[in-house]
T-cell receptor, first 112, second 111 residues
Framework: NAGVTQTPKFQVLKTGQSMTLQCAQD?????MYWYRQDPGMGLRLIYYSASEGTTDKGEVPNGYNVSRLNKREFSLRLESAAPSQTSVYFC???????????FGPGTRLTVL | GNSVTQMEGPVTLSEEAFLTINCTYT??????LFWYVQYPGEGLQLLLK?????DKGSNKGFEATYRKETTSFHLEKGSVQVSDSAVYFCALDTGGFKTIFGAGTRLFVKA
């Protein structure tokens, strides 16, 4: 039982390149989330998926797209990376009706 | 709107010192309150929670009491250890799909 897994752990991109961050959970949770963590700013919600087949914007969605591929997987795509997207990205999952979120280990992304 | 404010860090303590990290919130209704901890290189994990006023959450020697009259949820531990060095996040949930996190407080504990 791995919980929430994320790939890759580290990534360096050049400005304008694209990439997809992968997230998978094996807890059968309904809701999944993507956050970014920047120094002094805590966690900011990028997108979330309340249930399979639905996605909604969070606080900072610009420059990102998401796909809820199935109940297990929720990916985050950067179409044209910018230096302002340098951050640590966390995926999380939550059971319907439960307040606790379970987090993955994070992806550290640097955009040059 | 809903928000969480927690004390700025870093907080530096010697081993066995008493810890308090302040957290206050603004929310409509009756939110659930949480403390999450992030150890170096890891994701956040739930440390403790309280779902109604006057509830006390506790785990691993940490405690926090849900004070509705002061809209606070301060984290305390009587005797910190080096292994408690981490970033601590206060958070609230009002029953929707989103959790609101504070900015985080970094704790350093010296041996």
């Amino acid at each position: 039982n791995a919980g929430v897994t994320q790939t890759p752990k580290f990534q360096v991109l050049k400005t304008g390149q694209s990439m997809t961050l992968q997230c998978a959970q094996d807890m059968n949770h309904n809701s999944m989330y993507w956050y970014r963590q920047d120094p002094g700013m805590g966690l900011r919600l990028i997108y979330y998926s309340a249930s399979e087949g639905t996605t909604d914007k969070g606080e900072v969605p610009n420059g990102y797209n998401v796909s809820r591929l199935n109940k297990r997987e929720f990916s985050l795509r950067l179409e044209s990376a910018a230096p302002s997207q340098t951050s640590v990205y966390f995926c999380a999952a939550r059971l319907a009706g439960g307040p606790e979120q379970f987090f993955g280990p994070g992806t550290r992304l640097t955009v040059l | 709107g809903n928000s969480v404010t927690q004390m700025e860090g870093p907080v530096t303590l010697s081993e066995e010192a008493f810890l308090t990290i302040n957290c206050t919130y603004t929310a409509t209704g009756y939110p659930s309150l949480f403390w999450y901890v992030q150890y170096p290189g890891e994701g956040l994990q739930l440390l403790l929670k309280a779902t109604k006023a006057d509830d006390k959450g506790s785990n691993k020697g940490f405690e926090a009491t849900y004070r509705k009259e002061t809209t606070s949820f301060h984290l305390e531990k009587g005797s910190v250890q080096v292994s408690d060095s981490a970033v601590y996040f206060c958070a609230l949930d009002t029953g929707g799909f989103k959790t609101i996190f504070g900015a985080g407080t970094r704790l350093f504990v010296k041996a």
